[in-house]
T-cell receptor, first 112, second 112 residues
Framework: NAGVTQTPKFQVLKTGQSMTLQCAQDMNHEYMSWYRQDPGMGLRLIHYSVGAGITDQGEVPNGYNVSRSTTEDFPLRLLSAAPSQTSVYFC???????????FGSGTRLTVV | QQPVQSPQAVILREGEDAVINCSSSKALYSVHWYRQKHGEAPVFLMILLKGGEQKGHDKISASFNEKKQQSSLYLTASQLSYSGTYFCGTGRLLANTDKLIFGTGTRLQVFP
């Protein structure tokens, strides 16, 4: 099993550009989440999903959109990139609320 | 809403013990513990549920005080491989939600 796959691993964007970070899992997990990690801030929840067609906002949702059309995929869209969105982004999935998360390897995004 | 972890950093010699604490101002249903090594994704260690038993494997164990909304991670006879940043994540039992909120982390360094 591949687990949680994130693409790309690295990305540089110019301010104002848009892009989609991809996340796919092959474990048939219902729950998926996106986190961003900045030095000294820990992991902050952006958006999450409890199943296909169901998404909701986390702690820091502004500037990001998500959709969950299938169980496997949970893409994160940056609408208009800003330097404040420079961060490492992690996608994670778990089967249910009584299980631990499996994290992807992350996407390091730089906005210039 | 973000849980508070203490201490922020710990330095140990191999074989010494450590305790990392996590506290929340909200009523909790679950507490997760993860370890992240530099440049890698967080890795799930264990989950503690309200009303559940104290968890542990090998020389790492944890407890959950539901009344105080606090959890502690115990690392016994530390090994070099225990070095990394430890995060607690807290969850609340709310309908159709998966808001796992993480603390800012505790950096643990183990030296020979």
């Amino acid at each position: 099993n591949a687990g949680v796959t994130q693409t790309p691993k690295f990305q540089v964007l110019k301010t104002g550009q848009s892009m989609t970070l991809q996340c796919a899992q092959d474990m048939n997990h219902e729950y998926m989440s996106w986190y961003r990690q900045d030095p000294g801030m820990g992991l902050r929840l952006i958006h999450y999903s409890v199943g296909a067609g169901i998404t909701d906002q986390g702690e820091v949702p502004n500037g990001y959109n998500v959709s969950r059309s299938t169980t496997e995929d949970f893409p994160l869209r940056l609408l208009s990139a800003a330097p404040s969105q420079t961060s490492v982004y992690f996608c994670a999935s778990r089967q249910g609320r009584f299980d631990g998360y499996t994290f992807g390897s992350g996407t390091r995004l730089t906005v210039v | 809403q973000q849980p508070v972890q203490s201490p922020q950093a710990v330095i140990l010699r191999e074989g010494e013990d450590a305790v990392i604490n996590c506290s929340s101002s909200k009523a909790l249903y679950s507490v997760h513990w993860y370890r992240q090594k530099h440049g890698e994704a967080p890795v799930f260690l264990m989950i503690l549920l309200k009303g559940g038993e104290q968890k542990g494997h090998d020389k790492i164990s944890a407890s959950f005080n539901e009344k105080k909304q606090q959890s502690s991670l115990y690392l016994t006879a530390s090994q070099l491989s225990y070095s990394g940043t430890y995060f607690c994540g807290t969850g609340r039992l709310l309908a159709n939600t998966d808001k796992l909120i993480f603390g800012t982390g505790t950096r643990l360094q183990v030296f020979p």
